[in-house]
C-alpha cells in the first residue's frame, strides 16, 4: 500500500508533539512537515504537497481558513491536500469552509 504523506499545523507545542507521535507510530503514514502557523503550513503544502493536513483552524500569522482559501487558489498546488480540522470556533467559520470547497473533516 502506498504511505499517506502528512503534515499538521497547530500553534500549541504539545498538540504537534502529540500528533507527531500518533503520526509516527503508523507506518503507512509520512510526517512531511510540522508548522506553528499558517504562513508556514502554506509554504510545506506549496513545498511537499502532502496528502492530508491536521490543521488547526486558530493560529497566529494565518489562520487555518486562510490556509484553505489560499490553497484554493493557488496553481503551485498540483495536488490539494485533504484537510482535516482540528478545531471549529463557530459556526460561521464552519458555514465558510464549506464555501470554499475544500476536501474537509472535522474533528
Do not use: W
Not at 507506518?27 to 512537515?33: A, N, Q
Not at 511537499?48 to 482559501?69: A, W
Request: glycine fraction near 2%.
Amino acid at each position: 500500500m502506498e504511505h499517506l504523506s502528512v503534515a499538521i499545523a497547530d500553534d500549541n507545542q504539545r498538540i504537534l508533539d502529540m500528533l507527531d507521535d500518533i503520526i509516527q507510530t503508523d507506518k503507512e503514514l509520512d510526517l512531511v512537515g510540522k508548522a506553528k502557523n499558517g504562513e508556514e503550513m502554506c509554504q510545506i503544502i506549496k513545498d511537499r504537497q502532502p496528502d492530508v493536513v491536521l490543521l488547526d483552524l486558530i493560529m497566529p500569522k494565518m489562520d487555518g481558513l486562510t490556509v484553505m482559501e489560499q490553497v484554493n487558489k493557488q496553481e503551485f498546488v498540483d495536488k490539494r491536500p485533504y484537510f482535516i480540522v482540528l478545531t471549529v470556533s463557530d459556526r460561521k467559520k464552519l458555514q465558510k469552509m464549506h464555501l470554499i470547497k475544500v476536501q474537509i473533516t472535522i474533528l
